[in-house]
């Protein structure tokens, strides 16, 4: 399949099997570059597995993932993928800025990047402060803030909002929008539906299947849905993938 | 391979174990106490001291590198910071690396300070020049590292990492030399504890304590081959584990 220009991500027919059933089946879908495009669906729809996929740190069983033009899991592609499980991947017991630096000093970027990537998930304050003594919401912001270094042309966020205050929800909102503009690209996972609103572009997603590739002003007029979360469900009664 | 990811990792593990009081204490304490225990023991009955000492020399870094090591590496692979660094520029030989390098250092300080206890307060007897018992200790610090990362990978949980040490490493203590002079032990089992590494680390440090040359380093050239040999099983067991290291998982 031709990379499609102005494609940051390139899905093609996607399978993937664990544990005996298969958990993302032929999907297929392309994700714009310098945009933020959302990943929705219920918890268990095989978000994570595709996000994974994309990342390349999953075994697939068939079809293809394409990112920045090259083949998911490439070599070179190591440096210019930000990626945040649901948990957050620092070390407890270091402090924010020591997590920080160390994954700096992995990526080659500067201690300015450090200071700047702390400030842009509002952690400032709490740097000098062990990650084990940081509540749920800030250690998975220090997670996001080491896959902000170095400023990477990808961000594959796996539900970087969940607990958070809705301040601070709001902030990172921003922050992906601002880096969007910057060019980057931005993929959010969420299961929360209003989030949806806040995307330039949507993926609905259930039981490893895609159900909608589009905007969310399209994705409203087509369904005849007030809010997303209507639009879902008219979309699984309609029992169609998009 | 990356010198600059490998000074990272390195660097990171020495930090997070001084953040760690408690260990760091332990890492370093306890051989000196129980190093002290066994000279107490044998301070009525005669030369025993002498005869374990450099044997027990080369326990410690051993055990305490292995079970330090599963545990830090199974902590690694469960949090996801290992999938991290793996889908980030790093080599799996970075990774191992920065942990031999962190773990070869604490094994050398622990070395150096159970060496000058044993040698010069509790007068234990060395021909051979004391600076190679933490030579040997180094490597054989190293062997407890790789095999620590190695079996990391077959345990799910710190529970059955721990459950390591008696199966991988309690064995090698019975067969290493300590009980029994491994010539005398039966055929096969002297086979098996020809393939143990701990039976070098053991071999070496008795040979420094009991004999001296003009060779270098002022030992006989058993105890050279005895630390190639470890470094040997080192490398073996590292290339085993870095197969463990995987980037894609199912």
Request: with cysteine; hydrophobic share 50%; charged share 15%.
């Amino acid at each position: 399949m031709v990379n499609k220009p102005g494609a940051a991500v390139d899905v093609d027919q996607l399978t993937v099997r664990r544990g005996g059933s298969d958990v993302v089946r032929g999907v297929t879908f392309t994700v714009p570059s310098g945009q933020v495009t959302g990943l929705l669906g219920p918890s268990g729809c095989g978000k994570t597995t595709l996000m994974r996929s994309i990342v390349g740190v999953q075994i697939v069983a068939g079809g293809s993932v394409t990112v920045l033009g090259r083949p998911a899991g490439d070599a070179r592609l190591r440096d210019q993928i930000g990626y945040v499980t649901q948990t957050p991947s620092v070390y407890d017991d270091l402090s924010v800025e020591e997590n920080l630096m160390f994954f700096a000093r992995v990526l080659a970027v500067s201690s300015a990047e450090v200071r700047r990537c702390i400030e842009a998930v509002d952690l400032a304050e709490q740097k000098d402060k062990v990650v084990s003594q940081l509540s749920g919401g800030q250690s998975s912001r220090v997670s996001l803030a080491a896959a902000l270094l170095g400023e990477p042309a990808l961000l594959v966020l796996d539900e970087p909002t969940v607990g958070l205050d809705p301040v601070l929800r709001r902030d990172l909102w921003a922050l992906f929008h601002r880096l969007a503009t910057r060019g980057a690209t931005v993929l959010v996972s969420s299961h929360v539906m209003d989030e949806a609103e806040r995307c330039d572009r949507l993926l609905l997603m259930r039981d490893g299947v895609l159900l909608a590739d589009d905007s969310p002003a399209n994705l409203l007029s087509t369904t005849g849905a007030a809010d997303v979360e209507n639009a879902f469900l008219t979309l699984v009664e309609q029992g169609g993938a998009a | 391979m990356s010198p600059r990811i490998m000074g990272a990792v390195a660097l990171r593990v020495l930090t997070q174990l001084r953040r760690d009081h408690r260990t760091m204490a332990m890492l370093l304490v306890v051989p000196m106490l129980l190093m002290s225990l066994l000279w107490w023991m044998f301070d009525d009955v005669g030369p025993g001291f002498d005869r374990f000492g450099p044997a027990l020399l080369a326990l410690f870094p051993f055990i305490i590198m292995f079970l330090v090591t599963s545990v830090t590496t199974l902590r690694e692979r469960s949090s996801g910071t290992l999938e991290r660094l793996l889908a980030m520029p790093t080599g799996k030989v970075d990774f191992l690396g920065g942990y031999a390098i962190a773990f070869g250092l604490v094994a050398a300080v622990q070395s150096v300070l159970a060496v000058t206890l044993c040698v010069w307060l509790l007068d234990l007897d060395i021909v051979g020049p004391p600076w190679m018992l933490t030579i040997v200790a180094v490597a054989d610090a190293l062997m407890g590292t790789a095999l620590g990362l190695l079996v990391s990978a077959f345990a799910r949980t710190e529970f059955q990492a721990v459950q390591f040490m008696p199966a991988v490493v309690i064995p090698q203590i019975l067969l290493c030399g300590l009980f029994v002079p491994r010539p005398l032990l039966p055929r096969v089992l002297e086979v098996v504890s020809d393939v143990m590494p701990l039976s070098y680390a053991v071999e070496a440090m008795n040979n420094v304590a009991q004999t001296a040359s003009s060779d270098l380093g002022g030992v006989d050239s058993g105890v050279w081959t005895d630390v190639l040999i470890i470094i040997g099983f080192v490398m073996a067991a590292l290339a085993l584990g870095a197969a463990t290291l995987r980037r894609r998982t199912a």
